[in-house]
């Protein structure tokens, strides 16, 4: 066994144990350590292989990729964590894709090699564009609705089918090079097509699929080249990412198919009309203080409402403050709030809130009914008891948080107007609900200081 | 197929807390492909083209794999249990 052998095996062995380390918060800071110490491994063998010559180029594109890399990590908002996920995931895919097409041209391998090329090369460049979309809804440069038009399914499916066509004919005749171009354009567009219908609250989902997709990309890539560390890194990858969408998939009570062609918010029709002119009961930041105040345990029900207003800090320091005053604070985290899977605990964590406080959806629901106070800020969807009361609901048999059970809810909110889902919240009309008209960050800075002047 | 099985186990007992950490150091993970750019363009008789294609994709995948690891780095280190002011 050669040592760039020798050395993969324990990259893949520092991969492994890095996201074993990944499960428990206390460790998982060496399982990131352990993971880098095993990705440089991997390239200094690599490098070790006698085949390589060109050190220079290879040096410049490292330095370069770093220069470029490490700013946007250090920079980048809290908030804008899943915008960045998507961005790199792009780049990854872009590398993976642009690998597979120097290969083809190369090589033009014949049989399985060639197989595992298109595999790759298809996921990969259907990745770059759907992420590089992912990343402009995300980031609001594209509109967040789903985009829909009447037989938008058979384009997609027949899209996808010409690239998988032209890809096997490839398989089956590498020498038939102009083709080649057509098989990319095609997976670059199915990618644009694939996430134009998917909307905001979705995008959890799709990037942990897109994910997946990556990881799968770089496994066929190991197939192509015959490098078991790209393999094994790359189901890793793929299996991670597949597992998260799953998590998310049932979060929200939708198969992966609803997800991928299901356009949500369209569908509505039972829920909607016929709302208008019922009552609301508010309150000024005074009356709610008081609420509080006098509360024995509250719950605060983080969304995404709250990462836009960037209000993470104030809810900490609101949540210090009653702390103080004796009311037993904690957070209730709905697995698919914000715009990826754990966004708003990555949120509160940032804003220094000690993550025994931050409590799982199954864990907090029992304790709801004896909770004083169910504090919601920025969420909408995932507290709205049409999930459970309303089988014509878009969202019914979607998994919430039974906010509505506590003894008083408080919302805050910008107005009344609907959620992702686009569907109105049965919620903000109870008795037992007070809703708190402002921004996320403005109104939770007034509520701490009135607490303070209490 | 090991490899996907025992992702699978792995994933499967990390909480919902760390998802979005997880989530970014996979992606990083996924920067592996920048092994595959360093063998294809490194070759001593590789074409332009190879070598073109090579370059774009080692810059980025290191951008990959650069800002995901620093980025999921920095998320862990605010997760931490405030002792004093808990339980």
């Known amino acids: 066994m050669s040592v760039y052998q020798f050395l993969y095996i324990l990259a893949a062995f520092g991969f492994i144990l890095g996201l074993k380390w990944m499960s428990s918060p206390a460790t998982s ?10 990705m440089l491994v991997a390239i200094i063998g690599t490098l070790l292989r006698g085949d390589i010559v060109n050190y220079e180029t290879i040096g410049i594109a490292v330095v370069l990729g770093a220069i470029i890399g490490a700013p946007i990590a250090i920079f980048m908002p809290m908030t804008g964590v899943p915008q960045r996920t998507a961005i790199s995931q792009a780049c990854g895919a872009l590398a ?26 298809l996921l990969g460049f259907l990745t770059v564009t759907a992420s590089v979309m992912a990343w402009g809804k995300l980031q609001e440069v594209l509109p967040g609705r789903p985009v829909m038009y009447k037989g938008q399914f058979f384009v997609n499916m027949a899209t996808l089918s010409a690239a998988i066509v032209i890809g096997i004919m490839i398989v089956l005749n590498p020498e038939r090079s102009e083709l080649y171009p057509w098989f990319v354009v095609l997976a670059l567009t199915f990618g644009v097509f694939l996430i134009l219908p998917i909307g905001g609250a979705d995008m959890p989902t799709v990037i942990a699929l897109l994910n997946s997709y990556a990881g799968l990309s770089s496994c066929a890539m190991g197939f192509a080249l015959n490098n078991k560390l790209l393999i094994i890194a790359g189901a890793l990858d793929g299996s991670s ?7 998310m998939c ?11 062609f299901g356009g949500f918010g369209q569908v509505q029709s039972s829920a909607g009309g016929g709302k208008e002119g019922r009552p609301v009961r508010s309150a000024s930041a005074e009356e709610a203080a008081q609420i509080l105040e006098t509360a024995g345990s509250v719950v605060i029900i983080p969304g995404y409402g709250m990462a836009v207003a960037q209000a993470q800090h104030k809810i900490r320091e609101l949540a210090d403050a009653l702390t103080k005053k004796g009311v037993d604070v904690r957070f209730a985290i709905h697995p698919v709030a914000g715009r990826m899977p754990g966004h708003m605990n990555v949120l509160l964590a940032e804003a220094d809130v000690s993550y025994d406080k931050l409590i799982e959806m199954e864990d907090i629901n029992p304790e709801m009914p004896m909770t004083d106070v169910a504090l919601i800020v920025g969420a909408n969807d995932i507290v709205n008891p049409a999930a459970e009361t309303d089988p014509g609901s878009p969202i019914a048999g979607m998994p919430i948080l039974a906010a509505y059970k506590a003894r008083t809810v408080m919302v805050i909110k910008r107005s009344m107007g ?8 049965d919620l903000y009309y109870r008795p037992n609900t007070i809703m708190l008209f402002g921004d996320a960050k403005a109104f939770t800075t007034s509520l701490i200081k009135e607490l303070a002047a209490a | 197929m090991l490899a996907a099985f025992l992702g699978f186990e792995l994933i499967r007992k990390v909480s919902p807390l760390l998802h979005t950490p997880l989530m970014s150091l996979t992606n990083a993970i996924a920067s592996i492909s920048v092994v595959g750019a360093i063998i294809l363009s490194g070759e001593k008789d590789a074409s332009t083209l190879t070598r073109v294609l090579g370059f774009i994709a080692i810059v980025s995948a290191t951008v990959n794999l650069v800002s995901g690891y620093m980025i999921t780095d920095r998320m862990l280190k605010m997760f931490k249990k405030r002792e004093p002011s808990g339980k």
């Open chain 1, 241 to 247: 990412g597949f597992i998260l969408s799953v998590i």
């Open chain 1, 96 to 121: 993976s894709a642009l690998i597979g097409t120097a290969e083809y041209y190369k090589l033009k391998p014949h049989g399985f090699t060639m197989g595992a090329l298109i595999v790759e090369t």
């Open chain 1, 418 to 425: 609907v959620g992702f889902a686009g569907i109105d919240n």
């Open chain 1, 29 to 38: 800071r060496r399982g990131v350590l352990t993971a880098e110490a095993g």
């Open chain 1, 250 to 260: 049932r979060a929200m009570n939708r198969s992966f198919a609803n997800v991928l």
